[in-house]
């Protein structure tokens, strides 16, 4: 049997279990979907910082473009992990946030494969790094560096003068 891969990638599945790995990594805090949102980009292409680890999927032409409809598919993610009891929602006066759960631990502790783990050990980097940010710090290094990543992809194929007809 042939196993199709587009089915996984960004999918609620996939998005569900990085935002696990951040609030697992990120626990007690909870955070809302626009920290969760950014956490999701710099976990997936964690190479975009200065000295950030290699990233879990290889760089894409254009990704910065993925910052912009990730949030929907975060959002089905997160249904999927609350559904099974390893996210909960916290509704406080500050807004909607999301936790792991004490099931999360215990999850994440039975994922071997190399993928989960590698997406584990991101997910702590990137907290250790910007937990300590507000989210309007971390949304302005986003938005400026936007024009740029992704766009080194395209520059390079111009300097080889690939996108001529």
């Keep these: 049997m042939k196993f199709n891969t ?16 951040l609030l697992e990594a990120g626990y007690p805090n909870a955070y809302d979907l626009e920290r969760l949102t950014y956490y999701d980009y710099l976990v997936v292409h ?9 990233s879990i999927h290889p760089k894409a032409p254009h990704r910065s473009g993925e910052i912009l409809v990730r949030r929907p598919i975060i959002e089905k993610g997160l249904l999927v992990m609350i559904s099974r009891g390893l996210i909960e929602v916290d509704y406080s006066d500050s807004g909607i946030k ?3 759960t004490e099931l999360s631990t215990l999850f994440l502790d039975s994922l071997q494969s190399n993928c989960a783990r590698n997406m584990i050990a991101k997910a702590d980097w990137v907290v250790r ?3 300590v940010q507000k989210n ?3 949304r302005k290094l986003i938005y400026k560096n936007l024009n ?3 766009g080194e992809l395209t520059t390079e194929s ?3 003068d ?4």
């Design 6 to 21: 587009s089915n996984i990638f960004n999918s609620p599945i996939e998005t569900g279990l990085r935002s696990l790995t």
């Design 129 to 131: 790094k910007f937990d």
């Design 162 to 165: 690939e996108n001529k007809r």
């Design 46 to 54: 964690s190479d975009d910082i200065d000295d950030g680890p290699n």
């Design 136 to 138: 309007e710090i971390i």
């Design 98 to 100: 999301y936790i792991a």
């Design 148 to 150: 740029v990543w992704g």
């Design 158 to 160: 111009y300097a080889r």
